[in-house]
């Protein structure tokens, strides 16, 4: 073992990584996701929200050092973002039991929930394009407004997401691809829903316009000290449920989950919202991260999606199952979701190495959990 090699083991074993490696060592990174479940810019009007005071005190257990959350709205006024308001008036505040803040970085892409097609993309034979009143509750008008979006939100911005990273980190922002406008039709071997009498679920005028991203795909660069750029790949594709027989949910999935795999094999049918043509070059460190609304080996996907989307490709670190030590009834360790499912991951790039991770569970009344979902985190060494 080098010395270098050996310091960068010795940080691990330091509380959250407080040294993240020199300018010529491999980096030890904490890197996790985590589905917080329709935080909403109403739930940060004040900086004492239980549920959100319950999530950052589970951050500041994990202590990440770079950090995904799905499903916090996207903010679409002037101002700071609702990541940005998590950020400050929760993470960076102790959350008591001798729990200490967390400085981050934020980074909050586009969203297409919420965002009105002016299509009747759900063949209701309706089209509302106004926005319902914001409610707790998903009423029958919030849903009709929704099944008609790019990707489904009863209001523009719901179900967004946001990357956090540690501050001694950098976002390259100029550097940041975004893939919110990409086509469904333009995905090599794109799987289009027909209904089930064979003919075609979108017309030829929706199929020229339905984007492929529920939310977006987009690709964070963030730099290292040692002088590598690991490329955080965030996503959250759209459940493969709420359908029909046509099971356009459940092909738009694979899709989603085929567009990061198109990505990081640098297909050059890509294009990103700048007009960039490609993927991700060769070589290139990276992790995927998010809620990819699928299991390797359950729920209602599109038959072995994972395996021959992702973890068939050779750029793939080998899954190191991440499972929780706590015990819950009907779930199984490797579960990340209260419904009894693995669809939470992080998926580093084959040069990296992982040492450790799991899914975090609190060991008291899982019934008060502050998410549906569990977060998952990995240590990992970026060389």
């Known amino acids: 073992m080098t010395l270098a090699r050996f310091i960068v083991f010795v940080l691990l074993l330091l509380p959250i990584f407080e040294a993240i490696g020199g300018e010529t060592q491999p980096v ?20 004492d929200n239980p549920r959100l005071r319950a999530i950052a005190a589970i951050i ?3 202590r990440p050092n770079i950090l995904l959350l799905n499903e916090i709205e996207t903010s679409h006024a002037d101002g700071p973002s609702n990541a940005e308001k998590f ?6 505040v102790s959350q008591g039991d001798g729990l200490r803040p967390l400085y981050y970085e934020t980074y909050t892409p586009a969203t297409n929930t919420g965002v009105h097609s002016g299509f009747d993309l759900d063949n209701s034979g309706s089209v509302d394009a106004s926005v319902p009143e914001r409610s707790e509750r998903q009423e029958a008008p919030h849903r009709a407004y929704g099944n008609d979006c790019y990707g489904f939100g009863t209001f ?16 390259d922002v100029e550097g940041v691809r975004t893939f919110r406008e990409f086509l469904w039709k333009d995905l090599p071997s794109a799987n289009r829903p027909v209904k089930p009498d064979g003919s075609d679920w979108f017309d030829e005028e929706e199929w020229d316009a339905v984007r492929l991203s529920s939310k977006t795909f987009a690709d964070v660069p963030v730099l290292l000290p040692n ?26 999935n694979h899709d989603e989950i085929a ?19 490609g993927g991700l070059d060769d070589g290139a460190s990276f992790v995927i991260l998010g809620d990819l609304n699928a299991d390797p080996t359950d729920g209602n996907g599109k038959e072995m999606t994972l395996f021959t989307q992702l973890f068939s490709s050779p750029k793939l670190a080998k899954d190191t199952h991440p499972s929780s030590e706590i015990r819950l009834d009907d779930l199984d360790r490797t579960d990340t979701a209260r419904f009894g499912l693995r669809v939470d991951y992080v998926l ?17 009344d899982s019934e008060r959990f502050p998410s549906d979902h569990f977060p998952v985190w990995a240590d990992v060494i970026v060389p």
Not at 31 to 41: G, L
Not at 227 to 252: C, M, Q, Y
């Open 156 to 171: 523009p911005g719901q179900y967004g997401m946001a990357l956090l990273v540690d501050r001694r980190l950098e976002i």
């Open 227 to 252: 002088g590598t750029t690991l490329h955080a790949l965030i996503s959250h594709p759209t459940p493969p449920a709420f359908d029909g027989g046509e099971k356009r949910n459940v092909l738009r």
């Open 259 to 277: 567009l990061i795999r198109a990505y990081i094999d640098d297909d050059p049918a890509l294009y990103d919202d700048s007009g960039r043509e």
């Open 60 to 62: 500041q257990r994990i």
């Open 87 to 92: 950020a400050y008036n929760y993470l960076a």
């Open 28 to 47: 030890a990174l904490r890197v996790a996701t985590f589905n917080i479940e329709d935080v909403r810019a109403e739930h940060l009007e004040t900086d």
């Open 348 to 364: 580093p790039s084959a040069s990296i190495t992982i040492t450790a991770s799991g899914v975090w569970r609190d060991a008291g």
